[in-house]
Each structure stands twice: as C-alpha cells, then as structure tokens.
C-alpha cells in the first residue's frame, strides 16, 4: 500500500490532469490507477522470481556443485590429492585415519585367499610391470607384502634366471602360510618372512637388485610409504630397480569417476576397500635416491593401477 501511495504520489504530481487550483483527480482514476499498479507490481515480481530462478539455475548451481565437489575433495584426507599436499606440507601427515598395520594384518589375515580373486584389475597392470622391469637380468629380489605368493609363483616359473634368489614379507600370517605354500617346490630360492609393523626391513645394505611390491603402498599412510622407498633405497644396490604397482587415479570419464568414489569409500570406510586408496606414486619418489624408468597407468574395469620402475641412484638417504 505504501509503495501504491508513494507511486501514486509521483504519478499525480507528473500528471497532465494535475493542474492547479482545480485538481480533477477523481475517485474513480484514484480506482484504475490501483488496479493498474496492482497488476504491473505483480508482473514485475513474476519476471523477477522468472529470472532469479533462471540465475539459480544456470549460473549459481553450477557454482554451488563446484564449491561441493571442492570441499569433498580438501576433506579427503588420504587420497592423492592430500598425498601430494603432503609431500609438501609433512604437518598434514597426522589426519591419517587409513587402517594402522595391526588392523591391515587382521583385515588380510581373514581375506587371505580371496586376494587372488583381484586380478580382473591387478593382471593387466602387473604385465605391464613384469615386461619394464627385466627381471631375468635379475640377481636377488625382494618383494615387500608379497600376499598369497601369486607374483613370487610366476616370477620364478617364468622371469628369473636360475641362480637368482627370491625373499619376501608379509604382515599377515595368514599370507605368509599361503605364499610359503605355494613357493613350496623353490625351498631353495625362495624365502617368505612374517614382517613386524614397522617399516624395516632385516637385510644390509645393498643387498637387492629388484626390490618389488604390488597394491601394498596404496594402503600405507604417506609417512610410511616416504619411510619404506627409503628403506627400499638402503637394501637395492646402485643400478638396481624399484618396481612399484599401486591403485591410482583414473584418466578417462569412467575411471576417474570410479577412483573418485573408490577414495570417497576410504574415507568412509576405509575397511570396505581393503584399505587400499588411489595414490600418486610418482610424487614420493625422491629424485636423489631413484631415476623414474618407466611410468604408466592402466586401466581395467574402470579401476586404475599406476605403474612404476625406477633405478637406484646417488647414495641411499637416511631417513630424517
Ligand atoms: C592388497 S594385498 C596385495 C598382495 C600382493 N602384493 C598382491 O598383489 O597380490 C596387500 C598385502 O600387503 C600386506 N601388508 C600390509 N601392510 C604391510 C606391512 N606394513 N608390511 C608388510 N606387508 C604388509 C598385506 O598383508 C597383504 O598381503
């Protein structure tokens, strides 16, 4: 009403029909100009909802769904994205809520054979590994989490040279029995040792020339897998190869979108994923200890595996 009067007011006072000493502004014109207000103010508030709705719509929606998927990924606390922040900035080392090494041996300990049912997305990346690594130039290997044995069995069926010898840890008893099962036939060759939970490896310096391991970093937190490619540089002698496979984040429309969730579950539930997350391996690796030979990604099913071997170089760096 106030705004009727205030436009009523201005209308009057600009009008024609206002002259003065004779105003013939009757009742009946004060009626239509009502009615028309009435009816232009509740246009004007149609087109402004019309438009608003519009703006909502095509430009803030998109703005809102970008700011959600922004604030999804800074909580992710343990996918590549806090990974490469991390190297960076070692404070954020403490959010790690991945499974601590006890509850990864008890969570390996009752899946145990079923690991093998993995490689729908484990095959294809552990050819490509297989085919960079040259391991029949090989003389000893050593293979952190070596699971039910599965690599160990092919490795000295096919790629290693006869003299060469094979060792392996394992967190899980449970592997341990299965890999040494299996590696039963190359007792000579072969060792498999129940691992202790810290990242330390019982052998001297520069004993290796092949040191391997396979989805087992993905599952590490980012300060043990700095402290284990350190400890990987003191056991590999100069010239001998790293050879790294892990979960990683996917390239195309399909296998980014299933990484993303995959790392949504772990943080979540990092148990439903085995503990296992999308990792950037090529970002902890540290230049002076190791020169990147090969690199790739492959993708099975949608699930992305990344694919790393690199050469021992310089000195082997104490861990700080
Ligand atoms: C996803 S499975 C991979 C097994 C095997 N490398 C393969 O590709 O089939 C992870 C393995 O790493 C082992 N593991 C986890 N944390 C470990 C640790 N801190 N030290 C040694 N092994 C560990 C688990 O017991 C399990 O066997």
Redesign the pocket.
Known sequence: MLDWLITRSILILTSQRFKQGGARYRLRDAGLDLLRFQIWFHAMNRCLDFSKGLAYAYAWRPIEFRLWCARLTACDSRTGTRARRDVENPTTQDRWRG?T?SE??D???R?GEK??R?GWY?DAA?RDLLVHSEFHRATSVF?????????AEELLTTHLPEECCYRA????V??VQLARERLSRWSGRAEIEL?????RIDARDARYDRF?????L???SDS?IRA?LVEARRVVSSGGRLCL?SLTWGQTMLSKAVSWGWARIFDWRPRLV???RPLALLSYLDPRAWKADYHNTVSSFGMSSEVLVATAVGRPTRET
């Open positions: 499974l090494p990864a041996r969570f390996y300990d899946f690991q093998d993995q484990e552990v293979e952190f989490g070596c699971g039910t044995g599965r690599l840890g394992d967190i899980s449970t592997m691992a202790s939970p810290t990242i391997v391991s396979l989805y087992v993905d599952l590490l043990d284990l496979v085995g503990g296992c």
